[in-house]
């Protein structure tokens, strides 16, 4: 196996992490009221401007990740494993609490360093 081959393969594990990231917004998003979504919309644009005035290349880095063989891949693949635990603890939790509290301790974080 080349190092063509192995890079290849993590594009496209990269490329499999972003479409399960985009059905898990689409399902998200079909399965919700329009008002609703727009209020939950309102609250994480600004915890997401708060969180870019301590991480600004945020955008950018992301987009590398994807270039990047397999960073994308174990990037998602923990962001997966921490939401399956966020949500086992919190049995009423949506999507829109944890990424509330995901953008929270973010902050917070970058508030302590």
């Not at 992490?17 to 644009?45: C, G, H, P, W, Y």
Request: net charge positive.
């Amino acid at each position: 196996m080349s190092y063509l081959d192995i890079c290849i393969i993590g594009w496209n594990l990269n490329a499999l992490m972003f479409v399960v990231n985009f059905l898990i917004a689409i399902r998200v998003i079909s399965t919700q009221d329009r008002s609703k979504l727009q209020e939950e919309s309102l609250v994480l644009k600004e915890l997401k401007e708060e969180l870019e005035q301590y991480y600004p290349n945020r955008t950018i880095t992301t987009l590398i990740t994807y270039m990047i063989p397999f960073t994308a891949f174990f990037r998602m693949s923990f962001r997966l494993v921490e939401m399956f635990f966020f949500f086992q603890k919190n049995k009423e939790a949506k999507m829109f609490d944890y990424m509330v509290f995901k953008y929270s301790s973010d902050i917070q974080k970058a508030k302590n360093n």
